[in-house]
């Protein structure tokens, strides 16, 4: 008996040290794993991302930067960094197919980057011709020159304002960016002649800031935007359509109106836009801001949009009988030389796209029977051949279904836009 009990405990004493070297072994193989994952750990080498300014490596570069003075050419600023009048020459040349150094304009940022070394070697010079363009100077082996852009941020805002005076001391009053009043016009000005706006008209907008790093650079797109005047509440809508982006109001019509191509169905083009013609009279060069069309003494000439008569009026040594239609805000118009005017054509009077306006004639400095028309877009005069004209045509049925989900989206959020105060929306 006692035999038994003294083997039973001996095979006892066996099993608790099989069990326990066992355990050993497995906690000595966990922790072999854990010490090789460790080493493996230990031995990644982390690279860190190099800092890039202007696409290169900053941190391997000793940075100087500065603003072009006044008279102040890019010899200048180079030689004063070592860099030899040979190499300016040089990639002042070789730079000209990518940018003239002729137009480096004072005032502009620019950025040496030196060797960290004791010769403190310029290698590049980076211009910024604008808050987003820039141009890198390499100077060392091709010298090579090239062009880069930052990358520019937008953030979405609502705003809001209600006129006081004018559209632009509304926005300086609310704090908001004055190139608003501008954008709005642009967008508005088939719908409001801002010159008549009332105090007590309002709107409010959905658009985007742009920003380069944490600098503020101007306005984005404006996606809606509502203008109560004289109680009418005026909505655009920004939607992409036939390949390009319009405006249009909350039924999908277009809120801008189409010129006529040309002012009269029956012509030839005998002079162009320039701002060197020769005379045909004056036999000088001198500017020519229209286009004369050559047509028969008698052709009625027609107004390209509707508007108000501005001038009826004849102008002896220059374009003789004249008319001056202001279509809206932004647009006027001049018809030259005729030889009468049609009835009702007065002064004050209103027009329809369309309506005849005159009759081609010679009056006045001219060499034969011609209209000189002339297009004049914020006071300035630009190439008629060249105005846009935009579809008038409304969004179309294939398109109705997106747009009305495009709009009623944007109305709702135009409808939480506060009438008190103007709001951050969202990155």
Known sequence: MRQTSGLIFQMAVVVLLFTGLLFSCHQNKKQQKQNEQTETKNDTVIVAEPVLRYGLPADSFIIKTGNVKRNQHLSTILNNFGVSMATIDRIARQSKPVFDVRKIRSGNHYSVFQTPDSLGEAR?????????????????????????????????????????????????????????????????????????????????????????????????????????????????????????????????????????????DFFRISSRFSHNRMHPVLRIRRPHHGVDYAAPKGTPVKSIGDGTVIARAYQRNGGGNYVKIKHNSMYTTTYMHLSGFAKGIATGARVEQGQVIGYVGSTGLSTGPHLDFRVHKNGSPVDPLKVEAPPVEPVSEENLPRYNQLKDSLMNELQKISWEANLIASE
């Open 124 to 264: 590049f010079f980076v211009y910024e011709n604008s808050p987003v363009d820039y141009y890198v100077f390499e100077l060392f082996d091709s010298l090579r020159v090239y062009h880069g852009e930052k990358e520019i941020r937008t953030q979405l805002r609502t705003s809001q304002g209600t006129i006081q005076s004018s559209l632009w001391n509304t926005m300086k009053d609310n704090n908001l960016d004055p190139m608003l009043a501008l954008r709005l016009n642009n967008i508005y000005a088939w719908t409001i002649d801002f010159f008549a706006i009332q105090k007590g008209d309002r709107f409010r907008i959905i658009y985007e800031e742009q920003y380069v790093d944490t600098t503020y650079i101007g306005i984005g797109e404006i996606f809606a935007a509502q203008f109560d005047h004289y109680d009418d509440k005026l909505y655009a809508f920004r939607f992409f359509q036939d390949e390009r982006f319009d405006y249009f109001d909350e039924k999908g019509q277009s809120l801008r109106k189409a010129f006529l191509k040309a002012p009269l």
